[in-house]
């Protein structure tokens, strides 16, 4: 039997259908529209579901795994908000979907759900203690400590995003300001960007293109082709990314730190850069832990790794 993974993301949605050995047969993903509500997410996830199932020729998937970019509500199967997807509030995701496909439906944050797919998977696999820090639109964490998932008092423990790294920094989504996410999430690398970019005088390439079109990916990649005013919102980016993973080490003395994300598609160079920064920004013991990247298809295997892990484990 087959399962069918959904990643609900601030720039897109996908599925896939996958099998109890982590491989994937079936991906599909649409683009995130803009304001979009609870209501119309659902219905994306039914659309993209049956296609999937029909790729794959499946007729009843065996469970659901459904990953959020966002605070969730797993007592209530309730997708609770995000900073990304600022039109979706207390929504009933989990009821609506295993009414519609006549499966368990597990759902959980997408940062703690590709932890359990380090776990089960990748190289969280025989860890105890493991940070799996994912750098997208937003910034978040899943966290296992001493062989568990660490949950917190109402599932929201992890959300290494919203420390502080810089106290006069931008606003966050989360409304304080200077947190992690708002200085190096990919949203956040864009916002300094464009904040920056009428001050300073000179060439760039970010000049070159409709302000709406610049993207984090742009910026990084404008950065390493040596354009100046790009290198330099990326050396900050670098630089808080560095303080953020090591008050991330502090906090949870973990073995390893895993990073995913889609700016980590951003290649070696970026994440050599990355891991220096830690390097140079810790200390002590935590000099020498452990930084590595996530598992390709990270995504995919967070949402197929939720019916592994929570229906055989479920009081975690
Ligand atoms: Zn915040």
């Known amino acids: 039997m087959s399962i069918l993974g959904f990643d609900v993301g601030g720039t897109k949605i996908s599925c896939c259908v996958g099998e109890r050995d982590g491989s994937v047969t079936t991906r599909i993903e649409r683009p995130t529209s803009e304001g979009m509500d609870g209501n119309e997410m659902t219905r994306t996830l039914i659309s993209l579901g049956n296609e999937a199932m029909g790729l794959a020729g499946i007729e009843v998937p065996e469970a659901l795994g459904i990953i959020f970019a966002g605070f969730i509500d797993q007592r209530k199967g309730m997708v609770m908000s995000s900073p990304n997807i600022p039109g979706i509030q207390n929504f009933p995701v989990v009821n609506i979907m295993s009414d519609f496909f006549q499966s368990k439906v597990y759902l959980e944050n997408d940062a703690t759900a590709a932890a359990i797919a380090e776990r089960i998977f990748g190289s969280g696999k025989g860890k105890s203690d493991f940070v799996y820090v994912t750098l997208s639109t937003g910034i978040g964490a899943g966290v296992f400590s001493n062989g568990k998932l660490l949950k917190g008092s109402r599932g929201l423990a992890g959300e290494v995003g919203h420390m502080v790294v810089s106290e006069s920094g931008h606003q966050c989504g989360c409304g304080r300001r200077g947190c992690l996410e708002a200085m190096a999430s990919g949203s956040g690398i864009v916002k300094r960007t464009l904040y920056r970019l009428p001050g300073f005088i000179g060439e760039t390439l970010l000049r070159s293109i409709p302000e709406k079109q610049i993207s984090a990916k742009f910026i990084i990649e404008a950065a390493y082709s040596g354009d100046r005013f790009s290198k330099e919102i990326l050396d900050e980016t670098i630089r808080y ?32 850069a990355v891991k220096k920064s830690f390097r140079d920004e810790a200390k002590g013991v935590q000099r020498s832990m452990e930084i590595t990247r996530a598992l390709p298809d990270i995504s995919d295997l967070a949402a197929i790794s939720l019916p592994l892990y929570y229906g055989r484990n479920r009081k975690s």
């Not at 906090?251 to 889609?262: E, S, T």
């Not at 700016?263 to 970026?270: A, E, L, T």
């Open 241 to 272: 990314l560095g303080i953020g993973l090591a008050n991330v080490a502090s906090i949870y003395d973990p073995q390893l730190i895993i990073i995913g994300g889609g700016i980590m598609q951003s290649g070696d160079r970026f994440f050599n």
